[in-house]
């Protein structure tokens, strides 16, 4: 197969994301505008073939040698379902075994699909951290599809529920492996507005630029309450996370990062060497190296499961910055100051085209159109600066993210960071996570069902003494310190999502699917004096490639059972005492533990009627996978 520049034609993907009987979308990213086909291979032996051409396939320039496919073919007839369906991507002839032989499992020529007819099982997760020293969750993934020899041993999808990248806490290496990328590639320059340097180019050899770039983000004299508080009076930057060291800044940072996260293929384009650092940030360099190595070696099963599997998403913070939309007055600070608002803004765009998109792709119709016009019209291969603001601006007003899949049961992905119930008053304190429109939304959403999935990247039902601490912090000023991002938080929020699950007319079985915190943990909840329903499970699976740190969650874990058992009369001061919230227990638990800290994958069976028969949290460090027993 030609390859222009010694760069392979593929550069990451097929990556599977929505996938239904009539409609197949798929990502993938190409070297150039590739010339693909789709072929498909049925059960009973037909063979389909689809010309991947402008009707099925959008090409996104983001580079002079990067190119974003993004792949929704519509159907004329509904494949069969809960069997598998061999495919291939073909460019220029060459099938998946001889650009991607990485993506296949054991003697398979082709990669496989299976579009169930009910969501029977699905895996889900968060938090993937790739300089994060636990093991990747992901490969729990592949194994298990490496061991399912039947269309019902493999999970209907892999849903990804928040901070599937950092990119506010981005390792030293990975950021001298994501500039090797821009280089190689050649991906989009940008001017810098309000910035220490005036474009993307000057950013990425300052002297800042590793390990100081909290140096280079904005500090406004508007912000100074929040500096005196937060940061001691001192300059820092409106960013929150203790850990922007090497924050991302430009739309290309990003992108590069999403393909240095997704499959193997970019790193064996390029040869990064650490940069000019001093002894202590050499010694910081030199640990992060080891586990960045380890995370790239195990790239491969990752990129193999997003190829058998349709992968859903949405985001949380850490995709876009840590405490993204925390209150009022962290909007007004950030969306106040040009460089910051560019910073989020093309942290967004990224999301949107290697994420966003593939979840629903009606609903970025005409943004795809900006977009592709931003990107095809470049000038000393730099964006144009205006057209990329009010490209921005747009999308940081645009509330299309979240989206209802038409599954049995239905399943609900929730926007808890763009549709938020800002406190009007007080606003420096914590927003509601749903607004009271989006609320009502989805409300309407679960009308009538008998069962629903919902996913919210934040429990609804978390753990009462940690959000007590968070609620402790946010009287006294402080959400900041401790991430007070919880449904709890905000009076309004928290009365009317737990008045929708005791409508009448709301199904009777929810799950709901959540990560977020570092640790997993399964509650059943029942609403008191009624016998009748509905019945909740919350189910929290985080993270992927990150734990919470042990000592601390062992003390949170035994307080809480302390502090909070069934008897206590503290239960009486918490929004959710109409509820009665019974733990599951992890069957590896020593010391009655309800919290489990292992990073991995989260793994759910559900019968005909939508209701979990089996939870279970697949250990990335191949330990035996941990069911969730509930009490007997």
């Known amino acids: 197969m030609p390859q222009p520049d010694s760069l392979p034609a593929v550069l990451a993907g097929p990556m599977l994301r929505r996938l239904e009987p009539q409609r197949l979308v798929v990502w993938l990213v190409g070297s150039r505008t590739l010339q693909l086909s789709l072929r498909l291979q049925l059960p009973t032996g037909e063979t389909l073939a689809?010309?991947?051409?402008?009707?099925?396939?959008?090409?996104?320039?983001?580079?002079?040698?990067?190119?974003?496919?993004?792949?929704?073919?519509?159907?004329?007839?509904?494949?069969?379902q809960d069997v598998a369906i061999g495919y291939d991507v073909m460019v220029d002839g060459c099938g998946i075994a001889e650009?991607?032989?990485?993506?296949?499992?054991?003697?398979?020529?082709?990669?496989?699909?299976?579009?169930?007819?009910?969501?029977h099982q699905l895996v889900h997760g968060s938090c993937r951290k790739p300089h994060h020293w636990a093991d990747e969750g992901l490969l729990c993934v592949d194994r298990l599809l490496a061991d399912a020899h039947t269309p019902a041993q493999r999970p209907a999808l892999l849903m990804m529920s928040g901070d599937q990248i950092y990119a506010?806490?981005?390792?030293?290496?990975?950021?001298?492996?994501?500039?090797?990328l821009i280089t190689r590639l050649g991906l989009f320059d940008e001017h810098l507005e309000g910035a220490v340097v005036n474009d993307s180019a000057s950013l990425y050899t300052h002297h800042a630029s590793?390990?100081?770039?909290?140096?280079?983000?904005?500090?406004?004299?508007?912000?100074?309450?929040?500096?005196?508080?937060?940061?001691?009076?001192?300059?820092?930057?409106?960013?929150?996370?203790?850990?922007?060291?090497?924050?991302?800044?430009?739309?290309?940072?990003?992108?590069?990062?999403?393909?240095?996260?997704?499959?193997?293929?970019?790193?064996?384009?390029?040869?990064?060497?650490?940069?000019?650092?001093?002894?202590?940030?050499?010694?910081?360099?030199?640990?992060?190296?080891?586990?960045?190595?380890?995370?790239?070696?195990?790239?491969?099963?990752?990129?193999?499961?997003?190829?058998?599997?349709?992968?859903?998403?949405?985001?949380?913070?850490?995709?876009?910055?840590?405490?993204?939309n925390l209150s009022a007055q962290w909007e007004e600070t950030a969306y106040g100051h040009p460089f910051s608002k560019r910073i989020i803004g093309n942290a967004l765009l990224a999301y949107l085209l290697c994420q966003g998109w593939g979840n629903q792709p009606c609903a970025f119709d005409e943004l795809l159109i900006q977009i592709q016009a931003l990107t095809a019209t470049t000038q000393a291969n730099h964006l144009d600066a205006a057209?990329?603001?009010?490209?921005?601006?747009?999308?940081?007003?645009?509330?299309?993210?979240?989206?209802?899949?038409?599954?049995?049961?239905?399943?609900?992905?929730?926007?808890?960071?763009?549709?938020?119930?800002?406190?009007?008053?007080?606003?420096?304190?914590?927003?509601?996570?749903?607004?009271?429109?989006?609320?009502?939304?989805?409300?309407?959403?679960?009308l009538d069902h008998p069962s629903a999935i919902i996913?919210?990247?934040?429990?609804?039902?978390?753990?009462?003494?940690?959000?007590?601490?968070?609620?402790?912090?946010?009287?006294?000023?402080?959400?900041?310190?401790?991430?007070?991002?919880?449904?709890?938080?905000?009076?309004?929020?928290?009365?009317?999502?737990?008045?929708?699950?005791?409508?009448?007319?709301?199904?009777?079985?929810?799950?709901?699917?959540?990560?977020?915190?570092?640790?997993?943990?399964?509650?059943?909840?029942?609403?008191?004096?009624?016998?009748?329903?509905?019945?909740?499970?919350?189910?929290?699976?985080?993270?992927?490639?990150?734990?919470?740190?042990?000592?601390?969650?062992?003390?949170?874990?035994?307080?809480?059972?302390?502090?909070?058992?069934?008897?206590?009369?503290?239960?009486?001061?918490?929004?959710?005492?109409i509820m009665q919230v019974v733990p599951h227990i992890p069957e590896h638990a020593q010391a009655g533990e309800r919290l489990w800290n292992s990073a991995g994958i989260g793994q759910v069976f559900f019968n005909a009627q939508g209701q979990p028969e089996a939870i279970y949290q697949h250990n990335g460090d191949g330990t035996p996978r941990t069911r969730m027993v509930a009490p007997t």
């Not at 983001?62 to 496919?69: L, M, P, T």
């Not at 032989?101 to 007819?117: D, Q, T």
């Not at 506010?168 to 090797?180: E, F, Q």
Request: one cysteine or more; a neutral charge.
């Open 455 to 577: 996913v919210s990247p934040a429990p609804i039902f978390g753990v009462k003494l940690i959000e007590t601490v968070q609620k402790v912090f946010s009287w006294c000023g402080y959400p900041l310190l401790v991430d007070a991002e919880n449904w709890m938080a905000h009076r309004g929020a928290a009365q009317v999502i737990l008045n929708i699950f005791r409508h009448s007319r709301t199904p009777g079985n929810y799950v709901i699917l959540s990560g977020d915190v570092h640790y997993s943990f399964v509650y059943e909840v029942l609403i008191r004096h009624r016998n009748a329903g509905p019945r909740i499970w919350q189910i929290t699976s985080s993270g992927i490639k990150n734990q919470f740190p042990p000592r601390l969650l062992e003390w949170f874990d035994r307080l809480n059972r302390w502090l909070y058992s069934p008897r206590s009369p503290l239960n009486w001061f918490t929004r959710r005492r």
């Open 168 to 180: 506010d806490d981005v390792a030293g290496p990975m950021l001298r492996a994501i500039h090797a």
């Open 387 to 446: 057209a990329q603001d009010a490209l921005l601006q747009g999308l940081l007003k645009f509330q299309q993210w979240h989206y209802v899949l038409p599954t049995s049961p239905a399943l609900v992905v929730l926007d808890t960071r763009t549709r938020r119930w800002r406190s009007e008053f007080t606003l420096k304190q914590p927003s509601g996570l749903l607004d009271w429109e989006a609320l009502s939304e989805l409300q309407q959403a679960l």
């Open 210 to 324: 590793y390990y100081h770039r909290a140096d280079l983000l904005p500090a406004l004299d508007s912000n100074e309450t929040l500096r005196e508080r937060f940061f001691g009076g001192a300059k820092k930057p409106i960013f929150t996370s203790s850990t922007a060291d090497n924050h991302l800044v430009t739309f290309a940072e990003v992108l590069a990062m999403y393909l240095l996260v997704w499959s193997p293929t970019p790193w064996t384009l390029i040869t990064p060497q650490p940069p000019q650092l001093g002894v202590e940030e050499q010694q910081r360099y030199t640990r992060e190296q080891v586990q960045i190595d380890q995370f790239r070696h195990g790239l491969p099963g990752a990129a193999r499961v997003f190829a058998h599997l349709s992968t859903l998403m949405i985001f949380d913070d850490h995709d876009i910055t840590d405490d993204w």
């Open 99 to 119: 650009w991607a032989p990485h993506l296949l499992y054991a003697n398979a020529k082709s990669a496989s699909f299976v579009l169930h007819s009910r969501v």
């Open 50 to 80: 689809i010309d991947l051409d402008a009707q099925h396939c959008h090409v996104v320039p983001v580079g002079r040698q990067a190119f974003i496919h993004l792949i929704d073919v519509r159907l004329s007839a509904p494949l069969p």
